[in-house]
């Protein structure tokens, strides 16, 4: 594979990624761990850019970044309490050390053999942000999984209110 | 051109360290971070599938649109419950909310 912008642009955003998703998992201070959270989601919006979903990158940074880590860090200084100096993992963290290697090794060995070296089909056909849309809301393709995620989102909302109520 | 694989291998990469950090976590505001990455990795997994073998196609990007909107849902519903089991019990750690084991 030669150094080609692409190729390089795909590293930072991967090594951006990554060891952000690394942070997250052993920081013992939880804000460190919300910022972590932040710089790996914007490593996978690049990689959306990468892949030629705009929209998507757009969504991610809008969603992910600005509202779910602001309400997570809400919610990390909600419940802060006076820690000593407290353990950030418990006991079972080799056995789950273990599962995730193996995981990845599972996913790792599958994905090394079956994909190999594969390039992209197609071009992504012009407009496909506009295409997009229409699909979302025309009743041959996707009108009623974008109802039903409407009225998902209004029971989350209504129950988180209720929930987090005094 | 980038292969598949090393798109696919990194999403691996992610939801593998999003496994051990919600088996391993003791906070559980940690624990919903990880689950968050994982579903992170689901959508690369997603947008690089779409990509790689059906461009025309549009239903891997609304996958993926509809991933985001559960994603989001899930987050709100569980930090809210963690905020409210704070106010009762005074504390995060997941293995001090213990009430329903036997």
């Given at each position: ?86 353990e ?12 995730a ?29 506009a ?7 025309s ?28 | ?48 599938f ?23 849902a ?27 084991k036997?």
């Amino acid at each position: 594979m030669q150094i080609t912008p692409v190729t390089v642009t795909f590293a930072i955003m991967s090594i951006f990624a990554l060891g952000g998703g690394l942070g997250v998992v052993v920081n013992r201070n939880l804000v460190h761990a919300a910022l972590f959270l932040v710089l790996s989601l914007f490593g996978i919006a690049g990689l959306f850019i990468l892949l030629e979903a705009p929209f998507l990158a757009a969504v991610q940074i809008l969603v992910y970044v600005g509202a779910i880590s602001v309400l997570i860090t809400i919610t990390i200084m909600v419940t802060r309490r006076i820690m000593g100096i407290r353990e950030s993992v418990n006991r079972q963290w080799p056995v789950a050390a273990v599962v995730a290697v193996l995981a990845f090794a599972t996913l790792g060995f599958v994905i090394v053999s079956q994909f190999a070296g594969e390039t992209p089909v197609s071009d992504v056909p012009p407009e496909s942000v506009a295409q997009l849309g229409a699909q979302l809301v025309s009743s041959q393709a996707f009108l009623l999984p974008f109802e039903l995620a409407s009225v998902l989102l209004l029971a989350a909302l209504i129950g988180a209110i209720v929930v987090a109520r005094d | 051109m980038i292969p598949l694989n090393l798109y696919l291998l990194v999403a691996a990469a992610l939801f593998a360290m999003g496994v051990y950090g919600v088996l391993a976590r003791r906070n559980a505001v940690a624990i919903l971070m990880s689950i968050e990455l994982m579903l992170n990795a689901v959508n690369l997994n997603l947008v690089s599938f779409w990509r790689y073998r059906a461009p025309d196609a549009l239903s891997g990007q609304t996958f993926a649109v509809f991933v985001f909107a559960v994603a989001a849902a899930e987050a709100a519903v569980g930090l809210a419950l963690i905020i409210s089991i704070y106010r009762s019990r005074e504390t995060v750690v997941a293995e001090d909310v213990n009430m329903l084991k036997w």
